[in-house]
């Protein structure tokens, strides 16, 4: 049986939003169409992946799950849609939104990028700009190193064999962060 780590990754996260940590979650589910029919159907985009709820903030994420040290750009990796939207959802007050990456390999490392840090870090890096980052500027994807400089991490624990992530915490820092940046 093939398993897609980004779909598991996405359960645990959602299992640890809803377990006693007491946070709103939904999953916007994908729609699946058989590879036959995908030229012949017109499905809508999902926005975003998540939606989060907490502490009177509203946060919109995409989840983002890989084995590499970096997550490309490329339109079939993160969709231009997708980063419109979070930025469109961004402007509302108490609404935090951004990329939630987690980097399986070595140590399974989780970080949320807000969509402004993110934008402003793909058009430096696509445009070869200056920049103050002390990790290596990649114009073709977002490094773990960057992650670690612009992003928040989301710590967890492997229990058994399922992740559980810190999510209050990460709510907490998250609108601390970001929450009256409006």
Request: net charge positive.
């Amino acid at each position: 049986m093939s398993k897609n780590e980004g779909k598991l990754f996405e359960g645990d996260f959602q299992a640890s939003a809803e377990s006693t940590q007491k946070i709103f979650f939904t999953r916007i589910k994908d729609t699946f169409i058989p590879a036959e029919l995908r030229n012949r159907i017109r499905v809508t985009k999902n926005d975003y992946d998540c939606m989060m709820f907490s502490e009177r903030y509203l946060f919109t994420l995409e989840l983002k799950s890989t084995k590499q040290k970096s997550v490309s750009f490329d339109e079939s990796v993160i969709k231009q849609h997708q980063i419109d939207k979070l930025k469109e959802a961004s402007d509302y007050n108490n609404v935090i939104s951004g990329f939630i990456i987690n980097f399986r390999e070595p140590d399974n490392k989780v970080f949320f990028v807000h969509i402004k840090d993110f934008v402003k870090y793909q058009f430096i890096a696509q445009n070869q700009f200056s920049h103050t980052y002390k990790s290596r500027v990649n114009k073709s994807s977002i490094p773990i190193g960057i992650c670690e400089e612009i992003g928040l991490e989301i710590n967890g624990f492997k229990k058994r064999s399922k992740w559980h992530y810190h999510l209050n915490d990460f709510v907490k820092y998250a609108i601390n962060t970001y929450g009256s940046s409006k």
